[in-house]
């Protein structure tokens, strides 16, 4: 995993979450190491925390003051145009005029070509800051990132360059009324289009028509433009559309149609505004039903004489590889999500931090405790709240940990030598699917004990702890739920090339557990650890031999709680250790913080990793309860 720098990071930075980024980005995953290779090689430790310091201030000055404003004033709908509070667009325009949309970007794009890691640690601070705000971001970048991976030059020249600009926005459309998550349901058709079009610059012109659900970002004023990357089915010479995923394509298709060089021409898409969906959370994210060729923006041919309906799409890459591409998308998305989490659960952490540092209430057991001559103390002088406030930093902690350690990945599957690539390509196919769901669950958890710290206080909008639970709420759900995470991870990811990316994660686990012995604070630790390694490994060979599918599926939910809680395990024990090696580098100096490391890990150990078993036991043996329960026993 990371190898703690010669030198270990000065925390000159009061914030407790820099502080944190700092240990984990210079410390633990030693990030200095990527201005090795040749991408990276006008960067340094100062470019680096410069983009920190920039987002960071960003973030807290224009994302931070209106994350309540923005969700207070919903985004409305008059029949005509989505209405956002004025200071979405400012936060919006903040970001992109920073060059946060194309820092990840080679310079040739505009782009800083920050590593990818660093650009994820950037983008935290507006997740913790308005998880609302940050997602328009969030989407553009992961819009641009599937442009120019699989877009032909003139559709990245269209598409891509302007949004790296800022000037157009994107999103992803995959869900529809009738077919959430199971896509190869959807309805969405793709006719070619005739005549001249074949020939446009642009590629391979089709015309779109269907409906598209919950997709955020979907209808504003906040860009020239706004690019929806669609997926859609090209019916056959019968009419007939093919059934299942096969048969899915991707297509381009902007709000307002464009020219060869990003130009808006003023011709609007056949794209038209159904509703707006109001959600329990994110509402500062505007979130549609869309609804593509219905006819009330007729798209005329390029002389005019063509006045047929359908929204005008682009096929990006190949007919029928269009779930394939997306995926591009999706997975990056994931990780954020989990990123996002993370974010959420920190946010949390820190305000039931600050108010039990400051809320009198209780006074110390014992004798004492019933004289009422004695001020009450602190609430964070009681073991509960140390108990929840710990739970908090281990999850809002562990899981910024695991997001950024997959972004490393993502950094060394790009630039690394070819066996460094293939690993890092491996590593992410099993851990994408705990990097979304594991900050998902465990940090709402964190938001829930939040509240639970603030008690009734908690409860109230004069403190923030209740938003942030709201938005964390959807995290569980937003790109694939927690069932098709456990599904896609126990049924595809586990089971793949026989088994070998998982058996490359289990040698990287136990190269951490050995490296730990030579803490002799951490050898009971690695056993712990060892011992979850075996009955997770126990328990992805009974799920993925000798039963049905169905069987080994059926608990496939556990069997993700169970990898994730190892998984996090694994985290905290190789952040502990570089936590013991920076303290022994530094004595004395930031004991207090090395310290919160230990005990961090130490909760986690003690508390969270022995629930792994018992989310295991039903994969190993097979148990059909939830299998065989009958509808009608309901």
């Known amino acids: 995993m990371g190898r703690p720098s010669t030198t270990c990071s000065t925390r000159k930075n009061p914030n407790l979450m820099r502080t944190t980024l700092d240990f984990l980005l210079y410390d633990w995953l030693n990030v200095e190491n990527l201005t090795e290779c040749e991408r990276y090689a006008e960067h340094s430790r100062e470019t680096f925390d410069s983009v920190l310091d920039t987002s960071a201030r960003i973030a807290r000055e224009r994302f931070a003051p209106f994350n309540r404003l923005v969700d207070l004033e919903e985004p409305q709908f008059d029949g005509e145009r989505v209405h956002l509070p004025r200071e979405t667009g400012e936060a919006v325009a903040a970001y992109a005029q920073a060059g946060l949309l194309a820092a990840g970007h080679d310079y040739g794009h505009g782009g800083m070509q920050l590593p990818y890691v660093i650009d994820m640690a950037a983008n935290s601070f507006f997740a913790m800051a308005s998880i609302g705000l940050s997602a328009y971001g969030m989407l553009t970048y992961a819009n641009c990132n599937l442009l120019l991976a699989h877009g032909t030059q003139a559709q990245i020249r269209a598409f891509a360059s302007p949004e790296m600009e800022g000037r157009f926005f994107g999103t992803m459309c995959l869900s529809e009324p009738q077919a959430g998550s199971s896509l190869g349901d959807i309805q969405t058709r793709a006719l070619p289009d005739a005549g001249a079009y074949e020939a446009d610059p642009l590629g391979p012109r089709y015309r779109i028509f269907g409906s598209k659900m919950w997709i955020s970002g979907g209808e504003h004023d906040l860009s020239e433009n706004i690019v929806h990357l669609v997926l859609a089915k090209v019916p056959g010479a019968d009419g007939a559309m093919r059934a299942g995923v096969k048969g899915i394509s991707l297509f381009a298709v902007p709000r307002e149609l464009v020219d060869g060089d990003g130009r808006c021409t003023g011709r609007r898409n056949d794209i038209a505004l159904a509703g707006l969906n109001h959600k329990l959370g994110y509402r500062g994210t505007v979130n549609t039903l869309l609804n593509f060729g ?315 990793l022995p629930k792994v078993e018992a989310w295991l036991r039903p994969c190993v043996t097979h148990d059909d309860t939830c299998l065989r329960m009958q509808e009608t026993w309901f």
């Open 294 to 608: 219905e006819g009330r923006f007729p798209v005329g041919g390029e002389e005019g004489t063509d006045t047929g309906n359908g929204a005008i799409g682009y096929l990006i890459g190949k007919q029928g590889e269009g779930l394939k591409y997306m995926f591009h998308m999706m997975n990056e998305a994931r990780i954020n999500v989990g990123m996002g989490a993370s974010m959420l659960a920190y946010a949390g952490y820190l305000a039931s931090l600050d108010y039990a540092q400051n809320r009198p209430q209780g006074r110390p057991y014992g004798r004492a405790g019933k004289d009422p001559s004695i001020a009450p103390v602190p609430i964070i002088q009681h073991a509960d709240v140390k108990r929840m406030l710990l739970a908090q930093k281990t999850y809002a902690e562990g899981g910024l940990a695991l997001g950024l350690y997959c972004a490393r990945l993502v950094d060394l599957k790009n630039t690394g030598g070819p066996r460094e690539r293939a690993d890092a390509e491996r590593l992410l196919q099993v851990l994408t699917p705990i990097a979304k769901s594991w900050p998902s669950e465990w940090g709402l958890e964190a938001n829930n004990l939040a509240i639970q710290v603030l008690g009734g206080a908690g409860y109230t909008r004069d403190f923030p702890v209740e938003q942030y639970w709201r938005d964390n709420r959807l995290n569980m759900i937003h790109e694939g739920t927690h069932g098709i995470q456990g599904l896609d991870l126990l049924g595809r990811k586990v089971a793949a090339d026989s088994g070998a990316d998982f058996k490359l994660l289990v040698e990287r686990i136990e190269a951490t557990i050995v490296a730990a012995r030579s803490h002799t604070e951490l050898s009971d630790f690695g056993l712990a650890l060892e011992q979850s390694l075996i009955d997770l490994t126990e328990a992805t060979t009974a799920a993925l031999t000798d039963v049905s599918a169905e069987v080994g599926l059926a608990n496939a939910t556990l069997y993700l709680q169970g990898f994730g809680h190892t998984v996090m395990a694994w985290i905290w024990l190789d952040i502990a250790a570089a936590a013991i090696t920076c303290a022994k580098q530094d004595g004395s100096r930031d004991s207090d913080f090395y310290q919160g490391k230990l005990q961090a890990a130490r909760y986690f150990f003690r508390y969270e």
